[in-house]
């Protein structure tokens, strides 16, 4: 774990990976509601095997230190009632500081988790020097489609979850062309993560391979070029060959 300083003097900590060679870039993960578990190091840890320094910033600290909570409804109640207690703005200023601390590896990419998927697409907009961003399981995300996007944006849904009906995805697809949004067949809130429940094998690694395939894109290829008076269209394709008929992608064609 390293210590970061905040705009407001404040510190945190995060954990940092780093990549065995030069650094194609960087990935700031996220945290879910569960706060930096040893599951969220897992991952950042993956995204360095990748090539890529990565950084998880503890956004609990300044409410509780070193917060790593149970992957079961105590933890979830517990980890609910401290992110109401940071707020969204606090995270997101806490989020700005972490990708400062990493831009010096290269253009940056943003993943978040749950509530860090929330943040991830909060960030896409409110974040300075982010190249892109992905989202998994952000429940809130779908009530926030009013902005066009700034950064190119991928996010990652179950198809089942009953925190977050299909229909509401379906719709917020309409009103936001400009996000590629996947959903996975018979996959609630969690499937990527194998410490829970509702973890889903073939979902998490299809998710992952679009990632990934979309942090090399923006991370490691050109900026994309904002148009006049609209955000940066998410033109990316996620995948080269045909899409599977069970592979569920409502929004705008990506082939």
């Not at 509601?33 to 090539?51: H, L, Q, S, W």
């Not at 229909?167 to 018979?186: G, H, K, L, M």
């Not at 923006?218 to 148009?227: C, R, S, T």
Request: proline share 5%; charged share 25%; glycine share 10%.
């Amino acid at each position: 774990m390293i210590e970061l300083t905040a705009s407001d003097g404040a510190s945190f900590s995060a954990y940092r990976a780093e990549p065995a060679d030069t650094p194609k870039g960087a990935v700031v993960v996220l945290q879910d509601i569960f706060g930096v578990t040893p599951e969220i190091r897992k991952v950042a840890d993956a995204f360095a095997a990748k090539g890529y320094v990565a950084i998880a910033p503890s956004l609990f600290d300044r409410v509780r230190p070193g917060v790593s909570l149970a992957h079961d409804q105590g933890g979830k109640a517990e980890g609910a009632a401290i992110s109401a207690q940071i707020g969204n703005e606090q995270a997101i200023s806490d989020i700005q500081t972490t990708v400062d601390a990493v831009k010096n590896a290269g253009k940056v990419a943003v993943v978040g988790y749950c509530w860090g998927g929330d943040l991830a697409y909060s960030a896409a907009n409110k974040i300075n020097g982010i190249a892109c961003v992905i989202g998994y399981d952000g429940s809130g995300t779908v009530a926030d489609y009013r902005e066009k996007r700034k950064v190119p944006t991928l996010l990652h849904f179950g198809a089942s979850d009953p925190e977050l009906p299909l229909e509401a995805i379906t719709q917020f697809r309409a009103w936001r062309p400009d996000v590629s949004a996947f959903t996975y067949p018979d996959a609630a809130q969690g499937f990527s993560c194998n410490e829970r429940g509702n973890f889903r094998t073939k979902a998490a690694e299809k998710a992952l391979e679009r990632t990934l395939f979309w942090i090399s894109q923006y991370v490691e290829g050109q900026q994309p070029i904002p148009l006049k008076n609209a955000g940066a269209y998410a033109q990316a394709k996620t995948e080269k060959k045909k899409k599977k008929k069970d592979d569920d992608d409502l929004g705008p064609p990506m082939d």
